[in-house]
C-alpha cells in the first residue's frame, strides 16, 4: 500500500479507512480487546490474531492486509520471527508493520527495524489514539 | 663513524667551502672587471664616430662659407633684398640666381642636394630648385628644430651653423639631412672697414647617406684606425651597433644591416640617457635597455649641442657570453679539483688511520677476552711504535694471566677436596639424627594429623581433586567421587582431563586451555567464579554449572595441583531467575497497567457514550495514576538494572540539542497540563555528545518530570545546552518550590522526598533524582543542584562530548 501524505483531504482519509486492512497480532485477551474495538471505532479494519501462526494463515488466505501491529512476546513464534518471515516471503514484504511491545529493550528495537519495521512503539507509553495517528500517519 | 671517514668529511667539507667561496669571489671580481673593460671599449668605439661625425661637420660649414662668399651670389641678393628694386626684378633676379646656384655650385660637390637664399623672415627668396620659392623654411626650422636661420641672421662674418641630422623625403626615400646656415654680408664695407651683413642667409642642404655611414662605421671621413676599430667591432659582434641619435624628437640613425631596413629610425633614446647628454653634455656608459627593447651595455657620446648623442652598444647577452662561457670553466674546473681532493683525502686519511684502526680493533678483542689479538702493523715511524708497544704488553698480561690460571686451578682442587669431607661429615650427622628421631616416636602424632586432615578433605562440601606433575590423579574425595560419578580407585593415575570435559559457556576447552594445564604452565592459582560461566561433563553426560579454585602444589618431592570445585546449579539458577526479573516484571507489570491506561482512554474518549462530570473526572484519575505508576516502575526497573550490573551500556554519538528536544515532547502532555513553557537554549557550535541514550533520556526525563511536578501553573523551565572542556553541561532551571535549605543534603537519597514537595505532589516515589544521580555517575559525569525555597530549582548535569565530531 503506498500512503498518501498525512494532510490528505478528509475525503481521500475516509476512503482510506474503508479499505485499510489491520492485522492486529496482539496475545494479551484484554489489550488486543480494546485495541479492536479503538480501531473499529474509529473507522478502520481490524483482523485479530492471537498467536504467529494464526497470522500466517491469515495472510496465506489472502486476505488483503495493509498494516501489521505486532507484539513482541507472544506464546510459540514471537512477534520478531514472524516479522522475519513476512519479509522474507516477497507477497506479503510490502505490508508496513508496527512493532507495538511491553518491551523498552534497545536490542529488541534494533531488531525490529534491522528486520525492516516502520516503526518501534513501546505499548504502555502511549495513549491508543497517538498510535493509530502515528501508523495512519506513516 | 669511523675515523678516517670523520676526517675525509671534515677535510672535504672545507675544500668544498673554500673552493664555493672561491667561485663566488672571482665571479663577482671578473663580472665587475669585466663590465668596465667593455664599457670601456665601447666607449672608445663612440668616440671615435663623434670625432668622425664632428670632422663631417666642420667640412659642411667650411663647404657653406666659402659658398656664401660668392661674389655674385652676395651682389645678386643685395640687389634682390634692396627694398627699391621692383618686385618684377626681384623675380627675375631670383631666377637667374638660382640657375647660377645649379650650374655653378650643386654640380660641383654630389653631397650638396639643395642651395637656398632665405629671407630675414624666414622666407625662401633663390634656391637651386626654384620651386622652393617661397617656402617658409623659418617654419620648418620651428617644427624641426633644424636649420638654425635666426642665429645665422645674427652671425658675425665666417660663422656657420650646421642642425643635427634630419630626415627628409627627396625622390620618395627618406634620408638623412645635414642642413648648414651662413650668413649673407654685402661686397661693400662701411664706413668702419667692415662688411654690411645682407638681411638673407645660404641654406645648405646636404645629402649624408654615405657620410652617415661611414661615421656610424666609426670614421670613413677621417681615415684613422678608428675605422679598422669600429669595423672589427661589428664584425665581433652580432648585435654591435653605432648609431647616432637626436633628443627630443628620438630620430635614430643607424646603418643598414640584416633585419633593419632603413637607415633612419623613429625610435627613442632611453630618457634618462637623452638627459645626461642634454642637461650635462656628459657622456653615458653603463647598461641599458635601448631602443629595441634589448638589454645592452653600451655608451654614449654626447655632441656639445646637447641634443646629439653617439650610441655604441651590445647586447648584454652577447657582451658577457665570454665572461659567462669562463665563469663555466672555472666551475667545472674547481669542481674537478674538489672531487679529486675528496678522493684524495679519503685515500690519505685512510691510509694514514688504518695503523691506528687496526689497533683500535685489536683493544676491542682484548676487551672481549682475545688475549691472542696482536696488531698487524708494519709501518715505521711513530705508528708502527706504538703498535710494537702494544704488542709488547699484550705479551706481558698473557704470560701473567697463564700464571694466575695454573695458581687458580691449584686452589680449586684444594677447594674440592675440602668439600668432599664436608659432605661425608653431613651424612653422619644425619644419619645420628634419624636414630633419634625413632627412638623419640615423633611417628606417632605425624599419624594423627595426618587422620585429621583426610578428615575435612572427606567431609567437605566441595569436591577436591589433586594431580601429579604428569597430570595424574593422586588424591579425590568422596564429593568429587559423588559430582564426577567416578571411584579413585578407577582412575588413579589417569590423566583426568581424558575423562571430564569442561567448557566455558558452550566452548569446550582443550589442551593447554583446561585448568590443570594452564595453571601448571602460569605456575599460578586460577580462580573461576560463577559468572565465568565453566561447566563439567561428566562420561555419563551430566553437566552441571561448577565454580573451580586451582592451587599450583611445590613441595619437593611431590609437585602438582590442587584442584578444589564446587557445583553451583542452585546458585546459578538464583541468578539467571534474578536477572530475568527485570524483564519479567517489566512485562508482567506494563501489560496490566497498558490495559488500564488504554481502556480508561476509550472510556474518555466518548465513544462509549457519554460519562456525567464526576465519572469523567474519576476516570481521569484512573488515567493519571496509571501514567504515573508507568513512570515509577520504568524509573524502579532502571534503578535496579543499573544496580544489578546488568545493564550494559551502549554508547552512541548523539546530537544533544535533537536528543533533549525529543525528550521533552515527550512530556507535552504533562506541560500542557499544567501550561508550562519550556526553551531549549543550545550554544552555538555545541559538539556532539557520547553517551548510552537510554540513560540519557531517563535524566532527562527525570529532571524536567520533576521541574514540571515542582513548578506552578504557567511556570517556565529553561534547558541550557553548553559546551564546558570535554563534556556537555545541561541546565534544567524551573521556577518552581525550589528544596528547603535543611533537606539539600538529603536531595538525592532513595525514597526521600522534601517537606515541600511532599504537601505539593503527595504521591511521588523519591526514586527519580537517586536514579539520576546512579545514571550520570555511571557514565562518568556530575550531578549537582543550587536552589532557593519558593524561587526554583536548579540542576546541573555534565554529558561526555564526543571526541573529534563537532555538533554543528
Not at chain 2, 425 to 453: P, Y
Not at chain 2, 527 to 534: A, E, M, P, R, S
Request: proline share 3%; glycine share 6%.
Amino acid at each position: 500500500m503506498q500512503t498518501d501524505s498525512p494532510s490528505s483531504s478528509t475525503s481521500t482519509e475516509d476512503k482510506k479507512k474503508k479499505t485499510l486492512l489491520i492485522l492486529v497480532l496482539e496475545d494479551d485477551p484484554h489489550l488486543n480487546r480494546i485495541i479492536v474495538h479503538k480501531l473499529t471505532g474509529r473507522g478502520y479494519n481490524p483482523i485479530l490474531a492471537t498467536n504467529a501462526q494464526e497470522a500466517i494463515d491469515i495472510l496465506e488466505r489472502g486476505e488483503p492486509v495493509d498494516i501489521l501491529w505486532l507484539d513482541i512476546r507472544l506464546p510459540g513464534m514471537s512477534g520478531l520471527e514472524f516479522l522475519k518471515y513476512v519479509k522474507e516471503q516477497e507477497k506479503f514484504s510490502h505490508i508496513k508493520a508496527f512493532i507495538v511491545s511491553a518491551s523498552g529493550s534497545v536490542e529488541d528495537q534494533e531488531k525490529a527495524l534491522r528486520l525492516g519495521a516502520a516503526a518501534y512503539i513501546v505499548k504502555g507509553n502511549h495513549d491508543l489514539d497517538e498510535i493509530i495517528e502515528q501508523i495512519i500517519a506513516e | 663513524m669511523k675515523l678516517w671517514a670523520k676526517f675525509a668529511a671534515i677535510f672535504s667539507t672545507l675544500v668544498i667551502l673554500g673552493g664555493g667561496f672561491t667561485v663566488v669571489y672571482l665571479s663577482t671580481a671578473f663580472l665587475s672587471e669585466f663590465r668596465s673593460i667593455q664599457e670601456t671599449n665601447l666607449l672608445s668605439v663612440a668616440e671615435m664616430s663623434k670625432e668622425a661625425y664632428t670632422a663631417y661637420g666642420e667640412s659642411t660649414t667650411v663647404r657653406s662659407i666659402d659658398w656664401s662668399s660668392d661674389g655674385y651670389l652676395r651682389a645678386t641678393v643685395e640687389e634682390m633684398t634692396d627694398p627699391d628694386v621692383s618686385p618684377e626684378k626681384q623675380k627675375e633676379l631670383s631666377l637667374i640666381l638660382g640657375e647660377y646656384l645649379r650650374v655653378n655650385k650643386i654640380s660641383y660637390d654630389p653631397r650638396v642636394l639643395i642651395v637656398d637664399v632665405v629671407g630675414k623672415d624666414g622666407i625662401v627668396i633663390a634656391s637651386s630648385r626654384a620651386d622652393r620659392i617661397g617656402t617658409d623654411e623659418g617654419a620648418e626650422e620651428r617644427e624641426k628644430q633644424a636649420a638654425r636661420i635666426s642665429d645665422a641672421l645674427s652671425a658675425k662674418l665666417g660663422e656657420a651653423y650646421m642642425s643635427t641630422m634630419v630626415s627628409e623625403v627627396d625622390e620618395d626615400e627618406l634620408h638623412p639631412m645635414t642642413h648648414v646656415t651662413v650668413r649673407l654680408f654685402s661686397t661693400r664695407q662701411d664706413e668702419n672697414g667692415q662688411l654690411i651683413p645682407l638681411p638673407a642667409i645660404v641654406l645648405v642642404h646636404f645629402i649624408s647617406d654615405d657620410i652617415t655611414r661611414g661615421f656610424l662605421r666609426g670614421g670613413a671621413v677621417h681615415e684613422n684606425h678608428g675605422h679598422a676599430d669600429a669595423e672589427v667591432f661589428s664584425v665581433r659582434y652580432d648585435t654591435g651597433e653605432i648609431y647616432l641619435a637626436r633628443a627630443p624628437g628620438g630620430l635614430i640613425l643607424t646603418v643598414p644591416r640584416e633585419g633593419k631596413e632603413g637607415i633612419v629610425l623613429n625610435a627613442k633614446v632611453p630618457a634618462n640617457i637623452a638627459r645626461v647628454c642634454a642637461e650635462k653634455r656628459e657622456d653615458f656608459h653603463g647598461e641599458y635597455i635601448n631602443y629595441e627593447g634589448t638589454l645592452v651595455i653600451g655608451a654614449m657620446e654626447c655632441i656639445e649641442d646637447g641634443r646629439t648623442m653617439l650610441f655604441a652598444e651590445v647586447a648584454a647577452a652577447e657582451a658577457f657570453a665570454p665572461f659567462y662561457d669562463m665563469q663555466r670553466k672555472i666551475i667545472f674546473a674547481i669542481l674537478g679539483v674538489l672531487l679529486f681532493t675528496v678522493f684524495f683525502s679519503i685515500f690519505v686519511s685512510k691510509s694514514i688511520l688504518r695503523p691506528l684502526n687496526e689497533i683500535v680493533g685489536v683493544a676491542d678483542r682484548i676487551a672481549k677476552n682475545d688475549f691472542t689479538a696482536r696488531a698487524d702493523v708494519r709501518e715505521r715511524g711513530e705508528m708502527g711504535q706504538l703498535a710494537r708497544v702494544f704488542n709488547t704488553m699484550l705479551d706481558n698480561i698473557t704470560r701473567y694471566q697463564k700464571e694466575s690460571e695454573e695458581k687458580a686451578k691449584e686452589l680449586n682442587e684444594k677447594v674440592v677436596a675440602m668439600e668432599k669431607q664436608n659432605v661425608f661429615l653431613k651424612d653422619v650427622r644425619k644419619a645420628m639424627l634419624n636414630l633419634l628421631q625413632d627412638s623419640w616416636d615423633l611417628g606417632a602424632s605425624l599419624k594423627k594429623e595426618k587422620e585429621q586432615s583426610m578428615s575435612i578433605i572427606t567431609s567437605m562440601n566441595e569436591g577436591l581433586l589433586v594431580v601429579n606433575k604428569k597430570k595424574e590423579v593422586i588424591l579425590m574425595n568422596p564429593t568429587a567421587e559423588k559430582l564426577l560419578e567416578v571411584k579413585l580407585a578407577d582412575i588413579a593415575g589417569v590423566d583426568p582431563g581424558t575423562i571430564f570435559r569442561t567448557f566455558q559457556g558452550d566452548k569446550e576447552l582443550l589442551g593447554d586451555d583446561k585448568l590443570i594445564p594452564m595453571t601448571m604452565k602460569g605456575g599460578k592459582s586460577i580462580t573461576v567464579g560463577i559468572d565465568d560461566n565453566f561447566f563439567v561433563q561428566t562420561p555419563s553426560g551430566k553437566r552441571f554449572p561448577v565454580t573451580v579454585a586451582t592451587t599450583l602444589l611445590t613441595s619437593k618431592d611431590n609437585e602438582g595441583v590442587l584442584l578444589v570445585f564446587r557445583d553451583v546449579t542452585e546458585e546459578k539458577a538464583l541468578n539467571d531467575a534474578k536477572s530475568n526479573f527485570i524483564s519479567i516484571a517489566s512485562h508482567q507489570l506494563r501489560t496490566p497497567l497498558t490495559s488500564i491506561r488504554w481502556y480508561s482512554e476509550v472510556l474518555n474518549d466518548g465513544s462509549m457514550g457519554p460519562l456525567n462530570e464526576m465519572q469523567a473526572d474519576f476516570m481521569k484519575e484512573i488515567y493519571q495514576g496509571s501514567l504515573r505508576l508507568f513512570r515509577t516502575i520504568d524509573t524502579l526497573l532502571a534503578l535496579s538494572r543499573v544496580e544489578s550490573g546488568k545493564f550494559e551500556e551502549n554508547r552512541a554519538i548523539l546530537d544533544a540539542k535533537v536528543f533533549v528536544e525529543g525528550t521533552v515532547k515527550e512530556l507535552e502532555p504533562l506541560l500542557n497540563e499544567k501550561k508550562i513553557t519550556t526553551h531549549i537554549n543550545p550554544e552555538d557550535a555545541l559538539p556532539n555528545i557520547f553517551v548510552d541514550a537510554f540513560m540519557l533520556k531517563e535524566v532527562i526525563t527525570n529532571l524536567v518530570a520533576n521541574s514540571i511536578r515542582y513548578t506552578n501553573e504557567g511556570g517556565v523551565i529553561d534547558i541550557d545546552l553548553k559546551k564546558e572542556d570535554d563534556h556537555v553541561l545541561c541546565i534544567v532551571r524551573d521556577n518552581g518550590i525550589g528544596i528547603p535549605e535543611a533537606q539539600k543534603a538529603k536531595i538525592f537519597e532513595r525514597f526521600f522526598r522534601a517537606d515541600n514537595a511532599v504537601s505539593k505532589v503527595p504521591d511521588g516515589s523519591g526514586l527519580g533524582l537517586s536514579l539520576v544521580k546512579e545514571l550520570v555517575e555511571k557514565w562518568g559525569g556530575k550531578v549537582w543542584f543550587e536552589s532557593k525555597e519558593g524561587e526554583g530549582t536548579t540542576f546541573f548535569v555534565t554529558i561526555p562530548a564526543a571526541k573529534d565530531a563537532s555538533g554543528a
